[in-house]
Structures are given as C-alpha cells and as structure tokens.
C-alpha cells in the first residue's frame, strides 16, 4: 500500500502537527509505503527520509491557497492507494479562502478516484465560539458548514470525540464518521512521583484558556498557608499574537508565576518531571487535549475545568481527574491533591495506565483498517484497551 500523508508537521507549532508526526511514524511500522505532503517550516527540509522509508516533502504553505490546490496535481502524480489528511477547521491558514481550499481537497480527490481518509480535530457545532474572542457572523457560520460538508465528502472521516461524531450524525446524517480517539505519545519522564507543591499548566496562549482563575487560585493557596508555585508554560498562540504578552506584562510581578515561553519537545521533562498537579484551566475546547494526554505520559495528577470535551475525554478513556467551575472549586481541588502524596500517586498511577493503553501506537491499526474499508458510524474500529 501506498499511503500520502498531508498534514503540518514539526517544526511548525500548530496544534495537530505534534499528532500527525507521531501517527506517521507509527503507521510506518506496518504500511508498505508512506509519503508525506508537509507544509513548509522555518528549520524544516525541502525533502526529509524518516525511518522505515517514510518520505516527507514539504511542497505547501500555510495561508497560500494556490500552494494549497497544488497538492491535488501532486496527489495525483504520486497515484497513491490512499490519502489520510491531517487537519483541523483552521490548520490551512488564518483566512476562510485558505481553509476552503484545504477542506476542498476531499471531494476533489475523491471525484477524481482515489480513496480519501480525513482526520479532523475540530468540530464547529462542538466549540462554544460565543465564549472566545473570534468572529462569529453568518459568513463564519457558513464556512464552518460548508468545510465540513466538504471533509464528509471523504470516505471516511475520524474524529477523536464522540461528542463530534455525534454532532455530525446529528447535523449531516453523516454515516462514515468514525471515533478515534487522539492517542497518548507514550509515557515519559521517571514514572509517577509525588511531594512538591508545583502547579503547572501547558499551552498556547490564547481565548481558549483562561490563565487568570489559575493565578487566582493559586494566589489563594498562599495567603492560606499552602507554599504553591505556577508554571505558566508555553507561548504565543498563532491566532491570538497578543494574548501571551499580555499575560506575562499582568503578571511578571509576582515571585510564585514562572514563565517558560514555548518549550520544545526535548525541554518538556523539565517542565513535567517537577510538577506536582498540572491544571487544564479550559473556557471551551476546540477538540481533544494533548496537553492532557502529556500530563497523562508523565503519570500526573490533573485538575480540569468542567468543560465538557475534557470531561469526555476522561470518561471515555479512563484515568483519575479533579474537575472545577468557579475560583472557590479550583482552589479546594488543589488543596485536595498538593495535601496528600498518597493522592497524587493514585491520581499519578491511574493516568500513566492510560497513557500506556491510548498509546498511539495501539491506535494505528484503527486506521490501517480505514484504509481498506469502509465504517458506519456504529462500527468504529477496534481501538485500545479500556
């Protein structure tokens, strides 16, 4: 088999280009051949040989609709047996023509003969878009429809929710939509540990989290006793250029806020290994969390707010979770956990056997099977272990 892999991968930071670097890799181990139609990076090679023969081109650009259209002649140069496209509403560009074109691929390809699997990772109907700061009008609305008509086009489409997978039978009685669920990057670090009083959190820095009722908290924690520190790692978020300078100016003042800016893969054990709770403080989620299943890799306690694809998300798969709504809940859940390291491991234990289960490498197979047939939305392929 002949696979074409189109997706953003490192050393882009955009969200799924994490995910689609590690889903290649581990489809390598068991599809004959792999070639990867990459966007172009700063520090990224034109041409790229991975192991296991996997080649990477990076022939397009993100916010460049020709270079986007493009793909569909090197497709076609290429005669692959299957295409499995990587992406989210916004993973083309920041402008609705570019994400248009991107979404346009699947009905195109498709028309033209060749089998088409579509990951996406962002659901509109699923995203509480009132709560962030983005533009919401009709034409928005509309965009947002038409992509996903567009991506349903595909043979088969995977989704990492069953929220989403819901909402599209729902919306489009959509009957090739399958759940698959986002996959931890195996585990990392020593194991679980405990003791510390080091609250971290991991993110871009945008209108889907909310820093604040974090620093709050953890404010709180100290006038009361408890010895807290916060880690507010990662950096500025492609969309929201402003929101990360803005957050350090309000609070680079105080002695208990640590920041990191963007942390690279190979840095992440430093912020991790130390963490005694790393909190997801979520206003609305535009899909599954990596950032959870990394806290999960490295065996830690989590505390999420009470959104409701994080919640999902650990019911669905498992694993031990504090849950918050107000400043005075967060505040008593952190209390709850840096109190007692007997907690902390148990917490610690439970999301590592997680990590180790959802692994991405046991969800593979989900989509080789894809690749050969077809899946109604009852009949989702044998994924990990609960």
Known sequence: MHLVFISILPPDRHGVAEYGGHLVR????????????????KGG???EEWPNGVQVRRCWTLGKTLSIVRLLFIVLRLRPDVVHINCGIRTWGNGRVDNFAGAWLCPMLRLLGLRVVTTVHTVGETVQLDLIKDEVGFFTRLGIDLAQRMYLASHVMTVPLRSMQASLVKRYRAKNVVHVPLGCYGTRGPGVTSGGFNVVTLGYWGAYKDPDVLVRAVRALRESGVPAMLTLAGGVHPYY???????VARYR????VRFTGFVPDEDLDGVFGPATVVVLPYRTNAGASAVLNLARSYGKPVVISNEGALVEQHEDEGGAYEAFDSDATLVAALRKILSDEALQRTMGEANLAVAKAYSVEHLAPSFTHLYAHDALTDATPAAAPK
């Open 253 to 256: 003042d105080l002695d208990y």
């Open 241 to 247: 250029p402003k929101t990360y300078g803005e957050l």
């Open 26 to 41: 581990a489809l390598s181990t068991s599809v004959e051949r792999i070639t990867v139609l990459a966007n172009t990076a």
């Open 45 to 47: 090679l034109a041409r």
